[in-house]
């Protein structure tokens, strides 16, 4: 009696174990089937963009590779090998901020860029930031970022800390977990 309740064990076992394994495998089947691979639909090289609202250039863009992927559901352009973004100000000067990335992309419904890898943004005081991810709000005009980073001046004082949000000119700013170190001018 006991053999056979072994037995039956055994082979219900193995049943559920050959089923699991079907399973298994038709889920990857089925997974290939919907997956979607997409395209760039636009690919260029050494680019240098104007951006335009209303008739005034508000940013020129600058990037060894562009790859657009306006085809697509939620539609963005991507870059590769990095950008150097310059800020044009409201009276259409530049307004010397300017910004460098490794990587970059930007989510066009959403208005918004991810910068990754060194980023880094100048601004014509002096001012620089330096971390490892920052997002850009196009529409707001506001940077921010949850990544470690870093702000000096000239005079090398700096903040630093992990996370802080800031409008393009450094003139609101909110800082979280930071610290800050001022030299002292004679």
């Not at 609202?53 to 990037?63: F, H, N």
């Not at 630093?160 to 949000?165: A, C, K, R, Y």
């Amino acid at each position: 009696m006991s053999l056979i309740k072994t037995t039956l064990s055994t082979i219900s076992l193995m049943t559920v174990l050959v089923l699991m394994a079907s399973c298994d495998s038709n889920f990857k089947k089925i997974q290939k089937i919907n997956s979607v691979p997409f395209f760039a639909s636009g690919d260029a090289e050494n680019i240098n963009l104007k951006y335009v609202d209303s008739g005034r250039v508000k940013a020129i863009l600058l990037s060894p590779r562009m790859l657009d992927y306006s085809q697509v559901k939620y539609p963005f352009t991507e870059f590769p090998k990095g950008i150097d973004l310059t800020l044009i100000d409201a009276k259409n000067q530049k307004s010397s901020v300017v910004i460098l990335a490794d990587y970059a992309i930007q989510y066009t419904k959403k208005e918004l860029i991810d910068l990754r890898g060194n980023v880094i943004i100048t601004s014509d005081d002096g001012k620089q930031l330096k971390t490892e991810q920052l997002y850009y709000d196009q529409k707001n005009d506001w940077f921010f970022t949850e990544k470690f980073y870093r702000i000096s001046d000239i005079d090398n004082s700096f903040t630093e800390g992990i996370g802080i949000d800031f409008d393009s000119k450094f003139q609101t700013v909110t800082a979280q977990n930071s610290y800050a170190e001022r030299n002292k001018t004679d």
